[in-house]
């Protein structure tokens, strides 16, 4: 179930006819609003660079999720060269969230941009690809992904009011058509093409995280850590997924160790 203050974005799916194409669209307003009050909750402000592209990366995500069997979760972590970051993503369809944060400190830098995809769906062997592209355009980031890792020929627009599309190919695709759409004519897709809809999904921008599900990365530290990260009696614990921060005392923390399940009597 979503959390009632959320506000869900409609994905819809629609079919092609007589061009074979997977086509999935949304407006992401709704859901950039979350992701700011998000920030603004957590003290957390990105570079406007960076807060464009993982906005995209958000949308992009969704849609993919949209289009892929909904017991699929998706991460991708996207490490831009300059200016250098990492921009990480994540989310599934049962629920329906999305989620994803920025990293700038200890991150690597090579030689070109790449996008690192991992893929889980129970009872499937997990799936990674890792794909090199160029520029800071995070939508031709993504078709050069679908077309290296997915094998899979896909377009994706940018719209007004926050709307974006992504057209990806089926078998017996038209891929002359595909290849040649200009984004004048995707606009006009309802009028010029015969599309049926598939499926609507919702997705919110929620991580689902809390400071009980972080603290077994605080169980990983050394002793003597340990005892550091709670010097004042408080620690203050990140979430690796969404930057969410948590200050908890440790009293807390310790009445968590005594009575999760795995812990010793």
Known sequence: MFDCNL?????RSFYVRGRNV??????FGPLYIDYYLHLMQHG?????????????ALAVMTLHLCSRPQDEVCAWTINVVEPLMNL?????????RVTGRVFTEDVRKG?????????????????QSVVEFNGTDILRGAEI????????????????????VMLTAEPDCDTEWLQSLRPEQVAGLD?????????????????GCSVDRLYPLLTRLPAEDLEAVFVDGFATVTCPRCGA???TPRDHFDEWQHTRPDSKP
């Open 191 to 207: 009028q010029t093409e015969h599309l049926v809809p598939l499926e609507t999904r919702g997705y919110v921008f929620e991580c």
């Open 44 to 56: 957390l402000r990105n570079a406007e660079a960076a807060d464009v592209m993982l906005k995209e």
């Open 245 to 247: 921060v948590f200050n």
């Open 88 to 96: 990480f993503v994540t989310g599934g369809s049962r629920p329906g």
């Open 111 to 127: 030689t070109d941009n790449l996008f690192i995809s991992q893929t889980t769906r129970p009872n499937h062997q997990p799936r």
């Open 22 to 27: 997977l086509l999935t669209r949304a407006s």
């Open 7 to 11: 506000s869900v974005v409609e994905a």
């Open 145 to 164: 992904f679908y077309d290296q890792s997915e094998q899979r020929l896909t377009r994706l627009f940018r719209e007004e009011d926050e709307h974006f």
